[in-house]
């Protein structure tokens, strides 16, 4: 098997998120990583990136030094994965894609839907990969979901209800700290908060397992916190361009939730529930039987889960294990681009650039209907409509 380039923009030493694309990238032995431009600080993210092992020419001080560099050799990086503050992503996301990269961007895609349609533009007409990293539609049970949806085991989708909601903002006597405050400030975090950080992975999976679109929501947006200007609580009514009525809640203030992502998906022959917390255990409650248990690892799951399951029934597989199925399918997605061949349709299954910009419309439209005491808005990014 051809093992692929793998390089990384942000995810420096004590960063949150880029532990877990290291190892989701290398799990499988799918990606070398080669090359990164880690941190802010240019000698510190030099520093970081030999220790993890790059060579001292592929440790960059920054990443316009390292698109200068890779566009120059023959072993560029086959994938560059953006995990820098969300501000930057549009960016590096469009300079990236226009010289010629595959991209793994980080969610929020962009700050604005016009730049989400820009994205999705340049994607398109370079013909490069542009992935979002909505790295939880990764977990094996919740592509089983999507696999039982499809397949009609839950008949016609009637309800979803998804949630989001953590207490790690819930602290009034620490919401100063500069490394809190900051989420709060629309000139440092846009026009959303709690929703356009957290409210759109729930918003994606149900999505992504309901195989349908967001068309028009009605946000009650909060901040139980008086002294921030954005939300950190929102309730949003959707509904989906398949006839499904979706609800919404998600907050950072909710004391004694960790990461609380949760969806329930009911439909005319059975209800599904599964949640991040427990991600081995899938809930299913056919009409007029008694609940049952799906184990991920088990027999006779979907292809999609099985593909995305690595070790043996009853042993915890968690959070960088999902963003590796994520890996594995960009790195289907990508040799098969170099082969010139159909790739594995239980690969395809990779979050787009077009969930990166739908995701900007909904909070787009969250922000508006919040305003406007929960008046129904049209979700749908201009160039869907
Ligand atoms: P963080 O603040 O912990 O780390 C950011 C890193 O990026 C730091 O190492 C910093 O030095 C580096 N950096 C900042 N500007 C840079 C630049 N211009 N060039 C190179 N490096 C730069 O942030 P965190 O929490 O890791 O979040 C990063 C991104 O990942 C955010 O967009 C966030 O929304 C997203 N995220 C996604 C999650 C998911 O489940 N998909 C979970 C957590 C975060």
């Not at 994205?119 to 979901?145: D, E, P």
Request: glycine letters at 12%.
């Amino acid at each position: 098997m051809t093992k692929l380039n793998w390089g990384m923009i942000g995810g420096g030493e004590g960063s949150q998120i880029g532990p877990a694309h290291r190892l989701g990238s290398g799990l499988d032995g799918l990606f070398s990583f080669v090359a990164g431009a880690l941190d802010h600080r240019p000698e510190a993210g030099r520093d970081y990136g030999q220790r993890l092992g790059l060579a001292a020419d592929r440790s960059y001080g920054d990443w316009r030094e390292m698109l200068a560099g890779e566009k120059a050799r023959d072993d560029r990086v086959d994938l560059v994965t953006v995990a820098t503050p969300n501000a930057t992503h549009f960016e590096i996301t469009k300079a990236y894609l226009e010289a010629g990269f595959h991209v793994l961007c980080e969610k929020p895609m962009t700050m604005t839907v016009d730049e989400g349609e820009e994205i999705v533009k340049i994607a398109q007409a370079t013909g490069r990969i542009c992935a979002v990293n909505y790295g939880y539609s990764g977990y094996s049970l919740v592509r089983h979901m999507r696999a039982m949806v499809a397949r009609g085991d839950l008949g016609q989708i009637r309800l979803i209800k998804a949630e989001f909601s953590h207490g790690h903002h819930a602290d009034a006597a620490d919401a100063d700290n500069p490394r809190v405050r900051w989420r709060y400030d629309p000139a440092q975090a846009g026009v959303s908060a709690q929703f356009a950080d957290c409210g759109i992975h729930a918003l994606h999976m149900a999505g992504f397992v309901a195989n349908q679109t967001v068309t028009k929501l009605s946000a009650d947006t909060v901040s139980c916190i008086p002294s921030r200007v954005l939300e950190d609580d929102a309730m949003v009514n959707f509904r989906m361009s398949g006839g499904t009525v979706g609800r919404l809640w998600t907050s950072s203030v909710a004391i004694g939730r960790q990461h609380g992502l949760t969806l329930q998906v009911f439909g005319e022959k059975g209800g599904l529930r599964w949640s991040q917390e427990q991600p081995n255990q899938l809930f299913w409650m056919p009409l007029g039987q008694r609940l049952q248990v799906i184990e991920r690892g088990e027999a006779g799951l979907s292809p999609e889960a099985d593909r995305s399951s690595r070790v043996t029934i009853g042993h915890a597989e968690g959070m960088p294990l999902a963003f590796a199925n994520i890996y594995t399918d960009l790195s289907e997605a990508i040799l098969a681009r170099k082969q010139g061949r159909d790739m594995d349709p239980a690969a395809d299954l990779y979050p787009r650039a077009e969930d990166g910009l739908w995701s900007m419309a909904a909070v787009q439209a969250v922000a508006e209907s919040g305003k406007a005491d929960g008046k129904w808005v049209d979700a749908r990014p201009p160039m869907f409509r």
